[in-house]
C-alpha cells in the first residue's frame, strides 16, 4: 500500500499514511485532536482543516462555504490524501498543542503472523496427513504377496516408511485400484503423535495425486465459525471464510448454550446446528478455491471446552457447575465424517485439547500458534473477551488462569455499548479545554453506541484529560453542557441525538467507566497473580502477545493508560490475530504441534483465580486508573502528573 | 463311560469297548471281520456271532430262527454290551484270522485339547479385552481434573495401566456415568498387540462389573458355520452352535461363491448373509448360556481367505485368478457393529490373518490352536479336505503349502461318493477269502454312499487283502460276484440295490480309487516338497496334527496304509478337531496370540506346490498304494508282503 507523509501544523507531528484514506483518520493515527463528532461521515462538518501543501481528494461539503473553500478549508473525514501533505489545524478546532503532543499516537499491536519458511526450513512442515506416490511390481507367480504387503513393503523400500497399519476400507479398495491404475498409486498417510506410534494408511487413489492434499482449519467461536482451506504442499491459505455460529438462535453465550444443552435433544441439536455451521463455511471455501473436496484429507478444530464438547456431542452440563470439570482434555483423532462434516470417509478431524472449563482448546492452539511455549522469554498470552484468558510462561514453565471480565469488551453492561460493528465509536480523542471530543466510527458513519475497544479509547482520553479521576469518576469542577448528571449518574455527552443513528444521545456514564475498571481491573490483577504464583512479578514480562478479534482494534497505549495491558515497551507487544484458527492452521501444516501440545498440557499449570487467596487483593488494588500503584505504570504516571484537571485521588485515603 | 472287555474268539483278540455300544462296532474297532453289509441296521442279518460270555441286550432279530436263538446266535450289530464279553465269529463269518490278526485295529487320532490351566499357569490367560474397576475420589475445587484424566491418573495408580487411549463414544459417556454411579466404575480395556501399543478404553459402566466379561468365538467354514460363547473369566466354554453358511444358497464351494461376489451387489449379499448366519449363532449361544449380551466385549474369526474376505467385504476376485493374490495378509481390528454383528458397539472383532490365498485364517488359527511354532519338533500340521492345507516346522521356522486335492475326501468324484451324513459307510472290511464286506455306515442305518474316511477304509482294506494292487487297481485273478466290470470299469459291490436306501448298488470303482489316489498323492508329495525345500525328509517328522471335520473320522492306520499319511507312531498323531474354532478361542482367551501370529506370519513360507518344481516328481512317486517308494512304509509294505494276492508291481517298470 502506498503511504505519503502528513505534517499537521502548529504543532508539527508528522505521520506515514495509506493513500485514499482520510486526513481525520491520519490526524486520529498520529495523535492530533480534530474536533469531530459525526464519526467520520461528513454530517458534524466541524472537522475543518486547512490544506496548506499537497494534494487531496474530496474534501468539500455543504458545511463549507465559498469563502471557506476559497480560504482553503477542507473538511478532514472527507479529505483523502493523494501525496504529501501539510495539513493545518485550525485555531477553533485545535486544542493546547502542548498538552496533545504528551498523548501517545494512536497504536495497535504489530501483527504476528505465522512463519512458514521457517517451519520448512527446521524441517516441521510435515502435516498428520501426508500423501506417497508408488509405482509398484505387478505380482507374478513367483512374488505373489497379498496386495496390501506390496504397498507396505514398497512404503518402507521406498519411502522409508515403518509401523504402517492399513484401515480396513482401504483394504476394500486396494485390489482394485492397483489393478485399474496399473499398480501406479497415491497412499494417504495418517501420521502418529508419537515416534513410537503407528501410521495408518488412510486412503489409496490411482495415480499421482500427491501434489493435491488439503486441509481445513476451523475456529469454532461462541459466536462466530471461522474456515480456511490449506495447501499442505505449500502451505498457503487458498480461501477463508467465517459465518455466525448456528448456535446464536439457542443463547448468545456459553452457559445458555450448555442450559440449552441440558434440555431433552438440546445436545444433539447444537451440535447439528454448528456441523451445519461448519459444511457450509467448508462449501464455501472449496467453492471458492475450486479444490477437490476428495482430496482435503484433515480437518482441525480450535474451540473454547463448550464448544469442543458440543461439537464432540459431549455432555457439556458439567463445565457449569462446581467444580467445573470438563469431560476430558485431551481428545482422539477421529474420522470427520463421524461428527457429521461432509469430507471424505476417510478425512480425519483434530481437536484441540482444554486445560480445563475455562481455558479451552482456542486458548491452546493461540499458545501453539504464537510461539511462547518454545520462547525463552517470559511472555503473557492474553485473549481478551467477556472470559478474558492468560496465560503465562515460557519454554520451561506456562500458568494460566481465565477471568470473568464481565461483558465491557464486548459492549455489555455499557448503556450505550455494542459490538464492533458498523457506527461503533473507535477512536475518541477530546479537547480538554472545550471538552469537544473527536470520534471516529466503524464505517465512517453516524455513530451508533461505543464499542470495546472505543470504551477504552475513551476512557483512556477522558482520564488523560482530567475530566476523570484515577477512581474513574468525572472532575465535578468542569464546567460544559457535555458533562451532566442524569438520575443520580454523571455522564459524558459523546454525540447528541441529533447526529446520532439512533435517536438517542450517546454518552458514557460512570457506571459504565465502573464495568470497565473491574473488568480490566480482573484481567491485570490475573496477570498478576500468576506471576506471584511462581515467585515473578509483572516487570519481569519480556512479551505480551494478544489474541483474539478484540486485540486487532485495540490501542495498546490506551490500553496501558486504563491498566489493562502492563506497561512495557509496544514493541513487545504483539497481535496474533484469530490465535485459535492459526493455531488449528498449524495444527494442519506440522504433526509437531501435536506432539507440543502433551507437552505443553503436561507443562501448564491451571489457576481458578476465584480459589486463589491472592486475587482479591491483587484484584482490589487494580480498581484505578491505571492501578492503586501507579509505579507499575511509570510513563503513564508521567503523563498523568502533567495533566490539567485533578491530582490523583491518595489511595491509601479511599482504601482505609 | 463304562467300558467292557470283548475278547473274540477264535483269533482271541480283546478291546475295551464302551457299555451300550454294539458288538459289531467292537468287532470293527478291534480288527475282527463279521459279514455285514446293511451297514448296522439289522437290516442284512449277516452278522451273526455266538454270545459265549457275558450279557448284552437285543441282539435279536427276526434273521435268527429259533433254533439260531437257541444255539446263542445273535445279530452282532443288535447286541448292546451289558457286561464283559466273549463273542465267537462262526465259522460261515470269519475270514482266516491268520491274516486278520495282521490287520491293525481301528484307531483315530488322539484328541489334542486346548490346556487352559496351562495358559493360566504361564500368566498368558490375559484376554485381548479386559476389565478394571475404580472407584475414584470426588472433584473438589482442589482437585478439579477433567473426568478422563481423573479415569486415566487412577487407572495407573491403581492398576498399573500405561498409554492409555479413550475413545470419543467413551469420552462422551464418562461424566455421566461417573456421577451416577458415585464414581465406582468398571472400564474395559482393549489391548494392543505389541507392548509399545496403545491400550483403548472403550467402555465405561456404573459400579463392578469385572466379573462379566465375555466373548464369542467364530469359525467361518464355507459350508459350516460354528460359535462358541466364552467366559473371559473362568476361561470355559458356555455355548456352542453351528449352522449351515447361509451362503450355501449362492454356491457350494469357494470359487463359485468368488464368482457370484464377483457380480452387481454379489459381494455385498454373501457379506449379509453370512453376518445373519454369525447374528443367528450368537442369538443362539447368547440365549443358551443366558449370559448378557451387553457384556460380549470381543468377537474372534477365524476363516479361509475368501470367508475372510467376504466377512470383512473385501472383494474376493483375485483370489481365484492367477497370480492368486489375496487382498491382504493381516487385518486391523474392528468394530464388530462396523461388520454388521448385532453386539455392543465397543465390542472388539479380531480377524485371524491369511497366509496366502489359499492359506487361510482358519489354518493360521488351527497352527496357533496346535502350539506347533512352540515346539521343537518338527510338525506337521494337516486340513484334508478339497484343498488340504499343510504346514510343516518348529518353534524356529514354518512352511506352507495348499494342495489341490480334489473333492474326493468329501466325496466328490466318487461314483456312490457322499458326505458323512446318516447312511454313509464309514467302516469297512473285508473277508480276502469270500470277499464278502463289513459294513458300518454314520447312525447305523442302510448305506446311502460313501464317505471321504470311509473310502479311506474301503481302499485300504481291499489292498490289504489283495483286492486292489498298489496301482489301486483291481485283481482280474478273483472270482466273485462282488468283483465285476461295468461300461468297461472294473468294481466292486459293497452292497446290493435290495439292501441299500438309494435303490442302487452301492460300489466302489477303479475310477474311484483312482481319484482317492491322486488325493492322497497331492498331498503327501506336498509334504514330501515342503520338507525337500527346508533340507528334511518323511522320516524327520515327529509328530503329526490333524484338524477339520475329516481328521476326527479319519482311521489313521488305514491312512497310512493308502500313503495318505507319512508313517509314524500313531501315537504321534493328534487331532484338534475344529482347529479354526480352537485358533479363535484362544485368540478371545490370551491377547498373546496376536503377537505370536504376527511371528508366525513372518516365519512362514509359502510354497506355491505347482510352481515347485520338485513337486511333480513327488506326486507321480506318490501315485501308488502307499507308495512307489515302499520303504517309507516299512510296517504297510510288511503287512503287504505277507497279505494273499498279487506282489507288488514293480514300479520301476511302470515308470518307464
Known amino acids: 500500500m502506498k503511504t505519503h507523509k502528513i505534517k499537521f501544523l502548529p504543532h508539527g507531528k508528522e505521520i506515514d499514511f495509506e493513500e485514499s484514506e482520510s486526513v481525520l483518520h491520519a490526524a486520529m493515527e498520529a495523535g492530533v485532536h480534530v474536533n469531530a463528532s459525526c464519526g467520520g461521515e461528513g454530517f458534524c462538518g466541524k472537522c475543518r482543516i486547512i490544506i496548506e501543501k499537497g494534494d487531496i481528494e474530496d474534501g468539500i461539503s455543504e458545511h463549507l462555504s465559498k469563502e471557506d473553500l476559497d480560504a482553503g478549508y477542507r473538511l478532514a473525514c472527507r479529505s483523502r490524501i493523494k501525496s504529501d501533505l501539510t495539513v493545518r489545524i485550525p485555531v477553533e478546532s485545535e486544542i493546547d498543542a502542548s498538552i496533545l503532543n504528551r498523548a501517545p499516537p494512536r497504536r495497535t499491536a504489530r501483527i504476528q503472523q505465522m512463519n512458514l519458511e521457517d517451519l ?94 488439503f486441509a481445513i482449519a476451523v475456529d469454532i467461536g461462541t459466536t462466530t465459525v471461522y474456515g480456511q482451506l490449506i495447501d499442505l504442499i505449500t502451505g498457503s491459505v487458498l480461501a477463508e471464510h467465517g459465518d455466525f455460529n448456528g448456535q446464536i438462535s439457542y443463547g448468545e453465550d456459553i452457559i445458555s448454550r450448555i442450559i440449552y444443552a441440558e434440555k431433552p435433544g438440546g445436545l444433539d441439536t447444537l451440535h447439528e446446528v454448528v456441523i451445519r455451521t461448519i459444511n457450509r463455511i467448508i462449501d464455501h471455501v472449496i467453492e471458492t478455491s475450486q479444490v477437490d473436496r476428495q482430496q482435503v484429507s484433515t480437518i482441525t478444530f480450535a474451540g473454547n471446552t463448550t464448544m469442543t464438547q458440543i461439537l464432540l456431542q459431549i455432555d457439556p452440563r458439567f463445565i457449569r457447575r462446581h467444580p467445573y470439570v470438563p469431560a476430558s482434555t485431551l481428545y482422539p483423532s477421529i474420522r470427520a465424517v463421524d461428527l457429521g462434516i461432509d469430507l471424505v470417509d476417510h478425512a480425519t478431524a483434530l481437536v484441540y485439547p482444554s486445560i480445563s472449563s475455562f ?128 438520575d443520580g449518574v454523571y455522564e459524558y455527552l459523546l454525540d447528541r441525538q441529533e447526529q446520532t443513528q439512533i435517536g438517542r444521545d ?151
Not at 174 to 195: N, S, Y
Not at 400 to 423: K, L, T
Open 120 to 213: 520448512k526450513s527446521k524441517g516441521l512442515f510435515i502435516p498428520p496427513v501426508e500423501k506417497r506416490h508408488l509405482e509398484l511390481p505387478e505380482p507374478t507367480s513367483a512374488d505373489n504377496l497379498a496386495d496390501t504387503s506390496r504397498l507396505i513393503g514398497f512404503l518402507r523400500l521406498k519411502h522409508d516408511e515403518h509401523r504402517l497399519v492399513v484401515r480396513l476400507p482401504v483394504i476394500r479398495k486396494i485390489p482394485g485400484t492397483l489393478r485399474e491404475a496399473g499398480f501406479k498409486i497415491t497412499v494417504t498417510l495418517d501420521r502418529p503423535v508419537f515416534d513410537g506410534g503407528k501410521t495408518h494408511i488412510v486412503n489409496i487413489e490411482p495415480g499421482d495425486t500427491t501434489g493435491r492434499n
Open 506 to 656: 450517546i454518552v458514557i456514564t460512570e457506571n459504565d467507566i465502573g464495568n470497565l475498571v473491574r473488568a480490566k481491573g480482573a484481567i491485570y490483577s490475573g496477570c498478576q497473580t500468576l506471576l506471584e504464583a511462581v515467585g515473578l512479578k509483572i516487570a519481569d514480562l519480556d512479551r505480551i502477545v494478544l489474541a483474539g478479534g478484540f486485540g486487532s482494534h485495540i490501542d495498546i497505549e490506551m490500553a496501558m493508560t486504563i491498566g489493562l495491558l502492563p506497561e512495557i515497551d509496544p514493541d513487545k507487544i504483539t497481535y496474533i490475530g484469530n490465535g485459535s484458527l492459526l493455531g488449528a492452521r498449524m495444527c494442519a501444516l506440522t504433526n509437531r504441534i501435536r506432539k507440543d501440545v502433551v507437552n505443553v498440557m503436561k507443562k501448564m499449570t491451571n489457576f481458578e483465580l476465584s480459589e486463589t487467596p491472592s486475587f482479591m487483593a491483587h484484584y482490589v488494588a487494580a480498581l484505578f486508573l491505571p492501578h492503586t500503584d501507579l509505579d507499575l505504570f511509570p510513563k503513564v504516571k508521567g503523563r498523568l502528573e502533567r495533566r490539567p484537571g485533578p491530582k490523583p485521588v491518595v489511595i491509601k485515603e479511599l482504601m482505609s
Open 359 to 486: 481455558i479451552g482448546g482456542d486458548i491452546v492452539a493461540g499458545v501453539m500458534g504464537s510461539g511462547i511455549h518454545l520462547s525463552d522469554q517470559l511472555s503473557l498470552f492474553i485473549d481478551i473477551g467477556t472470559n478474558a484468558e492468560i496465560v503465562i510462561g515460557n519454554r520451561d514453565w506456562l500458568t494460566c488462569a481465565a477471568c470473568s471480565a464481565g461483558p465491557a469488551f464486548e459492549g455489555g453492561g455499557v448503556q450505550c455499548g455494542m459490538r464492533a460493528d458498523i457506527g461503533a465509536i473507535e477512536d475518541f480523542s477530546v479537547d480538554p479545554h472545550t471538552l469537544e471530543p473527536m470520534i471516529l466510527t466503524v464505517g465512517n458513519v453516524r455513530p451508533r453506541g461505543i464499542c470495546g475497544s472505543g470504551l477504552i479509547n475513551i476512557v483512556a482520553r477522558l482520564l488523560e484529560a482530567g475530566i476523570i479521576d484515577n477512581r474513574g469518576k468525572f472532575n465535578r469542577d468542569l464546567k460544559s453542557y457535555r458533562l451532566r448528571e442524569k
